[in-house]
Every structure is written in structure tokens, then in C-alpha cells.
């Protein structure tokens, strides 16, 4: 029988798109874009063209396992759901008898964006809370940034861009992370408009902006006050929004007196001409619209560079506007009835921020983390300092992970769950890239003995004596979940039957001029104090980027790529590093053997490596990064990680020409 289904894509991207899924027989055998979707209009990205390769790949796991022996160097066997989830709930009473719930850690990130993943809090929550986490590994210190500036990180609709008569993309490649976005951006120019690309990195994206600017890596902060200062220097700036919708704009133009022009330009590594011309487009084409990207939130202070830029939006009077804004991300939680994780119920509580989740796993103490569940989520290969992070599993006593696969994080675990994938059940989707709410309908059946997260967690609570306030369908549960939304006039039914708008989701925040921050006006920066880190012997920056080609660290094994990272022609010839040379990258805190590219479209003094490489496989990028956190919205600062490059042919490289034999070994052992 052949039948198509409407459904939405749930993985960890901006774009979540609409699908068509075709059915033939109860297998899913095509994917195509739902055409009514406003957003993603009737195409998909390649990851999700092909998401089916990974629903019937070999290398998923569709039956629960449990290591022979309790060890986790032992292999792994078959058993019953019984028999998982009866060890999972006695392992669970054991530790709450024994050391109280604050030796239970809770791991979840957001390998699936649906609604219904939010439930797993609700189970623990009513056991009495556990240690959970704190913190972000992708937007943490962009939300904080903007909420001191605006009250709240919310970004201007995609659509609205049509209204711009100039864009910049500030560190974000949407030909790679955000492809939806690109149709708007291409009309924009056919418009009459500019799109100009801001970025250390001459990445895809060039190819259909008018123009680019490549400061040096990390100095997005230093453009930012440099063009401030031509734009008030020339008298471009906009003197009643000043006047009448910011704060403290002295205590702004103060801290810009603090660098001079020069300094700052050369900081950055552009002319000053080229700044000037910047500057000046972006104060006269108006309006003018700024989307920043996920390269500006791995530093220590990426919080102060998106201030920055916004402070730049507000300078030029383009908040609030339409065709302007600073936009990064949405604010998704304003569609969520939050009562039902029943953060109420918790009456113990313990956080472990994630940028440091290795070194707060070790350190823990009264109690210590005995057990770990880890659901939709990879930490060991995601996480900062991957090495730190596996030794600290390495100690826990019993770890279980619910994924899909085999991960870097199932090398210490205990025992596997399987779940099922988006195709397999049926959820709602809020995207954190624009405001279309996708239906996620069941398209097929789950294979094998696969379960979803929320099926899991119900009969976990039933074993543990609180399965009467985890009952409920998956409908039943997203009518709870979205009872703002059915009150703003949008049903749930609406939903999954096609992509809806959400109702009370602004085409342009901040209309009204009126702002969340405690003076109810936009908050400018008024201090910044940062020094570029510098880490003696380990001269290059560190920059981990998103591939086109897989999703963070969902990589199959046929597509896994040898482990390479890329490096510019003027880095290769101060080292003296050939393309395609084989090399071992080393950190203070961990090595791997690659391949190097060298690329002219990359800047200097920077090496790019794809983040999600697996471990296992000889990648994982995060066996390099630091265990540092942001300034505000503890962030991982992955992108203050040093680096050297050792020729495996001759000596080691480093910033003095000084030379050592090359490293050796597993990056484990590092």
C-alpha cells in the first residue's frame, strides 16, 4: 500500500523543515519538501534527503542491550525490555536509597527537537529532581548577550528580510547550516539590495553576496566598535532612537574611546578603508538587517561580540524596523506550558554547567554521580575536552544511554536503549529558526523492538511508583505542552495536520520600541574586558565548524570521513605545511593524526576541523577543545582552544620555529 504522510524534520537545525514522506509497503522509500511550508517551501537539505539511509542502516540498534559481566570493556548482549528497563528502575531506587537522588545525573541535549523530549525532566522531576545540567554547547552565551541588550534573544521572521535593503551575515554560512534562508537572501539582491558576507573564513556563502570582509578570526568585537566609531565620527548615527528608545548611550560612547580607530582596525586586520566603507553601507541602506551566526558564540566572550554588533543595530536606528534587526536565534519557550516538566516536584537540586562536564563529574562530591542516563545527546564526542569528559564515564558506576546507534558515549555505557526516530512517532516541532510550528506525524511503524524516548520514560516511572503522572498518549501530552498555543487559537490537530504560523510570533520584534531590560530601553554595552588568549607553544586558534555533509555527530560509518582539518595558504607557508600532508594537531589537552587542506578562502592563524567526527573512527574534534566557559550564559568557549601543527615528516612546528619529536599514541591517552 503506498500512502504519503505529512511530518517535520526534529534534528538540531535552524531550518526544521516540512516533509512529505512516501510510503510504499510500511517502508519509507523518498523525503520531499512540503510545498505549503512558508519557510522551507518544498525542498530539503541533503542530511534530510537521506535521512531514510540512516532509519534502515545496519548500524542501528533496534533491540535493548546490556554488557555481558556489567563491564564496559565487555561486549555487548541481547535482552528483553524487561529485563533492561527492570535494571535501569532497581539501579535508579538504588542509588536514591543508598546516596540520595543527587547521585543520579540526568544528560539530556537536543538530538530531537520535539516537543514530547521535554517530558523526560517531567520523570525526573517527579522522582524528586537529580544533578542535572547547566549551561549550553550551542547558543547559551548568544542569549545571554541579547537578553542584557534587548531583554530577550528574538529574531526578526526569515520573510522579513525581503524588506531589507542590506544584509550582513556576520559569521554565518547558511549555504552550510540554514539553506532555507538563502532564497530570501538571493531576493534581496534581485531587489536592488546588498547581502555582504562578515566572516575569517571565504566560506560557501560568497558565491551569492556582493561582497566580503575577512577580519581575523575571534575580533567580531573590535569591527563592531571600529564601525561604531566611524559611524559617530561621520554623524551616521540615528539620534532618535538614541534620544528616546536607549540607555546609556554615553556610557557606549565612552567605552568606544577607550581603543582608537587604528588599534582596533589592525586588531582585526582590515584597512581602514574597508571598515569605513562597511560602516558607511550599513548606516545608509536603510533598512538594514544583521544575522549573525553560530561562529561568534565559542569564545570566552562571545556574549560582549554579539553586544557589540547589536549595539550597531541600535546606533543605526534599525530595531524594530522592518527589513532590520540583529537576529540570531527565536525565543521557542513562549509556545510551552513549562508546568508540565514539574520543576515544582524537584525538591533536590544540583547543576553541572556542560562546557565543564567532565571536570564537575569528577569533582562532585556528598554526593558522588553514580549513575548517568544520557538521552539525545552524545557528550563524550560533543563535549569540550572529550578526553576529560571519558575519564570521568569511565568512573561512573552504571550509564545508560537512549540513542539510536552506537555512539562514542555507548563505549561507557552499561546499558543501551533504543529510540526511534522522528519518522517513527508522532510529536509537534518549535524550530529555533524561524516561526513555523511543524505536525511530526508517524510515517511508519518503529523497526525492530525501537521505542520512543517518552514510551521509555513511562514505563520506567510505572516500575518506580509515579506512572499515573507519566500516562498519556503522545497527543494527550502535546495538548498539555501547547496549551498556549490552542488558547492563541492554534490546535494541535491544526498542526499535525500542516504547517501552521505560530499566532503570537511578531514578524518583527521590538515594534513597539518597548524592551524586557530593567530600563524597558535597549541596553548598551559599557565595558569589555578580554585579551586574546594566548597559550606559549600552541600559536593557532582552534575553529570548529558545521559540515554540509552530517549533523553534528550523526555520521554513519559508510559516509565518516578521515579525520582532516583545513588551514590557510598564508599559515601553510609559515609552517611550512603542503595539502594533503598528514599531521598530528595538538592541543594542551589532547592530539589526533590528520589530513591537512590547505584552502586559500581560510584565514590566518586559524585551523578549521568539522565538528562530530566520532572518536572511534579517529576523528572528534572535541579531544581537542578546552574545557572554558563563556563570560555570561555558560557557554562553551570551544573556539579559546591553541593548537600546533607536528609534521610527522620531520619536526615539530611551532610558533618560534622551535622543534620536538611529533606525539604518538591514541588521542585517549593523550
Sequence with gaps: MDKKVYTSCTLDCPDGCGIVAHVKDGRVVKLEGHREHEFTRGYLCAKTYNFPERVYSSERQLFPLRRKDGRTDGAWERVTWDEALDTVAEKIRQCIRESGPLSIMHYQRTGSWGANKQLSRRFWNLLGGVTTTVGSLCSGAARAGQALDFGV???????????????????????????????????????????????????????FCDRHFQPRVATDAELAMAMAKIILEEGLEDRGFLDHHAHDFAG????????????????????????????????TAKPAAILLGWGLNKYQHSAEM??????????????????????????????????????????????????????????????????????SGNPVNQSPNSNLVAKAFTGIEFLVVVDQVLTDTTDYAHVFLPTTTFLEEEDMLVSWGHNIIGGVNQV?????????DLWIFQQLAERLGIGAEMNGTPREWLKRIFTPLERAGVTVEQVLEQPIRCPVAPMVPFADRTFATKSGKFEFITKLEHKHRVVPDFPLTFVTNYSKKW??????????????????TATADEYGIQDNEEVVIRSPVGHLKVQVHVDERVGRGMVIMPVGTWIKRGGGANVLTEDIMSNFGQMAAYGETRVRLERLTSKVVSAAGASSPPGQGHPRAS
Excluded at 444 to 452: K, V
Excluded at 551 to 568: C, F, M, N, T, Y
Design 551 to 568: 549533523l553534528l555527530s550523526q555520521i554513519l560509518e559508510k559516509d565518516h570521513p578521515k579525520a582532516s582539518v583545513r588551514i590557510g
Design 252 to 283: 557606549y560612547r565612552a567605552f568606544l574611546e577607550t581603543r582608537t580607530l587604528e588599534d582596533l582596525c589592525r586588531t582585526c586586520e582590515l584597512p581602514e578603508s574597508d571598515v569605513r566603507v562597511l560602516a558607511r553601507l550599513y548606516a
Design 306 to 375: 554579539f553586544r557589540c554588533v547589536d549595539a550597531l543595530g541600535a546606533l543605526c536606528g534599525n530595531i524594530g524596523v522592518a527589513g532590520g534587526g540583529v537576529s540570531h536565534g527565536f525565543n521557542t519557550q513562549r509556545h510551552f506550558d513549562k508546568s508540565v516538566e514539574a520543576h515544582d516536584r524537584a525538591t533536590h537540586h544540583r547543576t553541572i554547567p556542560e562546557p565543564l562536564l567532565g571536570r564537575g563529574l569528577l569533582d562532585a562530591e556528598e554526593p558522588a554521580v553514580r549513575m548517568l542516563f544520557v538521552n
Design 444 to 452: 511508519i511503524e518503529p523497526l525492530g523492538e525501537a521505542r520512543s
Design 153 to 207: 534573544r528574538n529574531g526578526h521572521d526569515p520573510v522579513d528580510l525581503t524588506n531589507s535593503r542590506l544584509v550582513l551575515l556576520w559569521g554565518r554560512n547558511p549555504m552550510a547550516t540554514n539553506l532555507h534562508t538563502v532564497p530570501f537572501l538571493r531576493q534581496v539582491r534581485s531587489q536592488g539590495g546588498e547581502v555582504i558576507l562578515i566572516d575569517p573564513v571565504r566560506s560557501e556563502s560568497a558565491t
